[in-house]
């Protein structure tokens, strides 16, 4: 896949990802679950998002990098990454029972699980479907995706996940504002050589929308927009 494989893309974001200022290590602590409990139930009430940052993807042989831009409406969601220096990108759309993923050799392609789609034409080993929660700083659902254990760390904000054999360590968060929660900042997920470095630079939350509804455009409204600095 000439997408983003290029080294010289994956060099220009790896450098993006280690120039952004570094935050303070964040190490488990006790915490009062009903408080932790009551923020992690913002962030999974959720259903109408978007997001946009820099994401660097590596697994054994197989790695890529470039901008993101994640736009989620309930269980429907579009999936944008671009790499600045070929000027290449590719589009993952779909819902829960079926994916299309276009930008790659061959013309676009499609199938009913978004894993195993990913996984042949690009070859990464990306759990999309788990990380609609993960990058929001919660577990997903049991039924699917298994048990998961969580430590949070003094602010009652998530330090590390564990959930289906993958490691979730959130690095950094976005501050909690008057009509919205803390979201996460860097994330680093990890299941053996599998590996997914995110930085977020803006998120933007609203409210449910109908299920027919268009998903959201990527805005910067003053109520729901979370920006980085």
């Excluded at 803006?202 to 910067?220: C, K, M, Q, V, Y």
């Amino acid at each position: 896949m000439n997408v983003v494989r290029s080294a010289a893309a994956a060099l220009a974001v790896m450098a993006l990802l280690a120039g952004c200022v570094s935050a303070p290590v964040r190490v488990p602590a006790q915490v009062d679950p009903a408080v932790a409990g009551h923020a992690d139930a913002r962030r999974a009430s959720l259903e109408a998002w978007g997001l946009a940052g820099r994401v660097a993807i590596s697994g054994g042989r197989q790695g890529g990098s470039g901008r993101l831009d994640w736009v989620q409406q309930g269980g429907r969601y579009e999936v944008t990454l671009s790499a600045p220096v070929t000027r290449q990108g590719w589009r993952l759309s779909g819902d829960a029972g079926r994916a299309r993923l276009e930008g790659v050799e061959g013309g676009p392609r499609e199938g009913a699980d978004v894993e195993a789609l990913l996984l042949e034409a690009t070859g990464w080993d990306i759990p999309v479907r788990a990380l609609v929660a993960w990058v929001r700083g919660v577990a997903a659902p049991e039924a699917m995706h298994g048990p998961a254990r969580v430590e949070y760390g003094a602010d009652a904000l998530p330090v590390r996940l564990e959930q289906a054999g993958w490691t979730i360590g959130y690095r950094d968060w976005f501050e909690a504002g008057a009509n919205r929660p803390a979201m996460p900042r860097r994330i680093e997920a990890s299941r053996g050589d599998a590996r997914v470095r995110l930085v977020v630079d803006d998120w933007t939350l609203a409210p449910a929308a109908p299920e027919d509804a268009p998903p959201p455009a990527h805005g910067r409204d003053a109520d729901g927009a979370v920006h980085g600095g």
